[in-house]
């Protein structure tokens, strides 16, 4: 079992920043794939960015330009800056783990953490 926190979400300003982290902990695979989330009120959930553990990030194209995404193998942790946000940022964001142990695939979703863009 793999359990997954985020932390950093909260209100923010129009054109601000804000810094999200993900800690994974339990039995977390050194391949393990781990990315960022977001869901829109009434809509689905959409990708961010996703880092494998070899460092490659794969980008879901909805905040192009706008955020960065690191990640520490040895911590087990994800973190998402995201940068000049506006109010259609405001989501739930997720984050993910995606691993294959003895041939089987599991994936595990965090709580989620909400940020909301609004002056």
């Known amino acids: 079992q793999v359990q997954l926190v985020e932390s950093g979400g909260g209100l923010v300003q129009p054109g601000g920043s804000l810094r999200l982290s993900c800690a994974a902990s339990?039995?977390?695979?050194?391949?393990?794939?781990m990315g960022w989330y977001r869901q829109v009120l009434g809509m689905q959930k959409e990708l961010i960015a996703t880092?494998?553990?070899?460092?490659?990030?794969t980008s879901g194209g909805s905040m192009k330009g706008r955020f960065s995404i690191s990640r520490d193998n040895d911590k087990n942790t994800l973190d998402l800056q995201i940068n000049i946000l506006h109010p259609g940022d405001t989501a739930v964001y997720y984050c993910n783990l995606y691993q294959t142990i003895w041939g089987k695939g599991a994936e595990y979703w965090g709580q989620g953490t909400q940020v909301t863009v609004s002056s």
């Open positions: 880092v494998a553990a070899s460092g490659v990030i």
């Open positions: 339990g039995e977390v695979a050194r391949s393990a794939l």
